[in-house]
């Protein structure tokens, strides 16, 4: 499995998780480093992101989109546009 993964989820799929009971967490228009460690899975209320892993290709996702970082990914984030997420770590 890649150390992230884009999906386009439909609202039963949202529901199931509970989406809207988790945490919500914003950045601002910026660029980090991340380390994972454990698996995180965000939905993306507003906002867009590239996510480039240490020795991997950038992964861009943005508003509408469900997110799974693996557990171990050691990563750049550039926020690109104000981010605003749900946010779940498994």
Not at 72 to 83: A, R, Y
Request: with cysteine; net charge negative; hydrophobic share 40%.
């Amino acid at each position: 499995m890649s150390q992230i993964k884009v999906e386009k989820p439909s609202a039963m799929t949202l529901a199931a998780l509970g989406v809207k009971q988790w945490p919500t967490w914003s950045k601002e228009v910026s660029t980090f480093t991340w380390q994972y460690s454990s698996t995180e899975i965000a939905y993306i209320l507003e906002g867009e992101v590239t996510v480039t892993p240490a020795n991997g290709a950038p992964v861009s996702f943005a508003a509408g989109d469900l997110v799974t970082f693996a557990s171990g990914l050691d990563c750049v984030w550039e926020v690109k546009k104000q981010l605003r997420k749900h946010y779940h770590f498994e």
